[in-house]
């Protein structure tokens, strides 16, 4: 997107914070949010490890995927359990890089999401902590403020988010054949695409909402975070990047 070779984008909270530190502050501006679950968002460590708190971890092995909602939960739990980002080893992974590292001993816990988190406790792999009350589960759209000003794009855009809509009315009014489908192609047992379909949606279901003063605060508060962590160098005015050209629309969708 800073490129230009994107016109639309999303991500959680977390990489719009350091892309917009990027020549050109990232190119995009945050244009809608879909609200979504915070489940499979956990720190686990391997079968049979001695680690049973977050605080064992002191001077271990941690894989995390960096600039993600992996490594924000990762620094909150430690800072929860009594620890800095200094006091551990952490080692920036790629998603399936950090299951094989995980399961072969490389490393001696695990940030991830998604998946990568299925696929690691189905090799007997236990959960040490969650992001799951520590995450808000907002996923941000973001375009390129060419796209935003362009009127076949904005339109297609437009068109997209409502479809994306649509889309998730669809699967909750259907959650067996959605079950099946996500079950095909994540290879995972039918009954627990099901099970993780249903209880994300009892916590939180997926939603596209326009931006307003509530989300930027909810990533205001996670660069702030970044920044007590010295992990950006100074602080990050998220409201400088979010735009409200596409609310109208959203509203219209949601209604």
Do not use: C
């Not at 792999?125 to 390129?144: M, P, R, V």
């Not at 068109?159 to 996500?182: C, I, M, N, S």
């Amino acid at each position: 997107m800073a490129a230009g070779n994107l016109d639309l984008a999303s991500a959680s909270e977390i990489p719009p914070i350091f892309a917009s530190q990027s020549a050109g502050g990232g190119n995009f501006k945050v244009i809608a949010v879909l609200q979504g679950n915070t489940l499979l968002q956990e720190l686990l460590v391997p079968k049979g490890s001695p680690v049973k708190s977050v605080a064992d971890l002191k001077g271990k092995k941690i894989g995390y995927v960096a600039s993600t909602t992996a490594h924000y939960f990762l620094f909150k739990l430690l800072e929860q359990a009594g620890l800095g980002w200094n006091d551990v080893e952490p080692v920036k992974l790629t998603v399936p890089n950090g299951v094989t590292a995980l399961l072969s001993g490389n490393i001696d816990a695990l940030a991830t999401y998604g998946t990568a988190v299925i696929t690691a406790k189905q090799a007997g792999a236990t959960t040490l902590g969650s992001g799951e009350k520590i995450l808000s589960g907002n996923f941000n759209y973001a375009a390129t403020p060419k796209a935003i000003a362009d009127p076949a794009l904005h339109a297609a855009i437009t068109d997209f988010l409502g479809r994306q809509q649509k889309a998730y009315a669809w699967a909750r009014a259907h959650p067996d054949d959605w079950a099946k489908v996500t079950a095909e192609q994540t290879k995972q047992p039918l009954a627990q695409a099901l099970e993780v379909f249903r209880t994300g949606e009892e916590q939180r279901p997926f939603k596209l909402l326009p931006t307003s003063p509530a989300a930027i605060a909810s990533e205001q508060d996670v660069a702030d975070v970044f920044v007590k962590a010295e992990l950006l160098k100074s602080k990050v005015d998220v409201a400088d990047y979010w735009s409200t050209a596409f609310n109208v629309e959203i509203e219209k969708i949601g209604a």
